[in-house]
């Protein structure tokens, strides 16, 4: 099981130069983990493309609906207490943003604590290197390492 941050789930749903190694990633272990903000995130990233003009309006309907797709596959990681504990401690360890800290809350407290056990998928780099330092093993696909 591996658990993907928001950056790596938006390669899934719109064509980008990680895209075909993350569909890869994600056929060899379908069983994707995610935090519960996750949805709301891509879905804000999806937006600043269309604002930006990196995708059309009718790519963006379309990827939403396969995020809503997606999502309804997923295992989703609540905000419970743990998490929220876990994300304050982490931002003052770590130089992250909340939602950065509530996702690697999230994907510790899945661990249950062992993070050595749970790969975490991840494109933003100073979120994999927090999640490094916590004990993750990351998984940050490269452009154009897809059947390497």
């Not at 407290?109 to 490094?132: G, I, K, M, Y």
Request: hydrophobic content about 45%; overall charge negative; glycine content about 4%.
């Amino acid at each position: 099981m591996n658990f993907w941050d928001s950056s790596a789930i938006v390669p899934l749903l719109v064509e980008e130069s990680t895209t075909a190694v993350l569909i890869e990633r994600y056929r060899e272990d379908p069983v994707l983990l995610a935090w519960w903000g996750a949805e709301i995130e891509c879905a804000s990233a999806l937006a600043r493309l269309e604002r930006t003009g990196g995708i059309s309006p009718g790519a963006v309907t379309e990827a939403l609906k396969r995020l809503r797709d997606l999502r309804s596959t997923w295992q989703e990681v609540q905000p419970v207490d743990a998490v929220k504990e876990t994300a304050v401690r982490l931002l003052r360890v770590h130089n992250l943003r909340a939602a950065d800290s509530l996702q690697l809350a999230a994907a510790i407290v899945a661990s249950e604590n062992r993070p050595s056990s749970l790969d975490f998928v991840c494109l933003d780099d100073r979120l994999t290197l927090a999640a490094q330092r916590e004990g993750f093993n990351t998984i940050t696909p490269q452009p154009g390492t897809a059947g390497r």
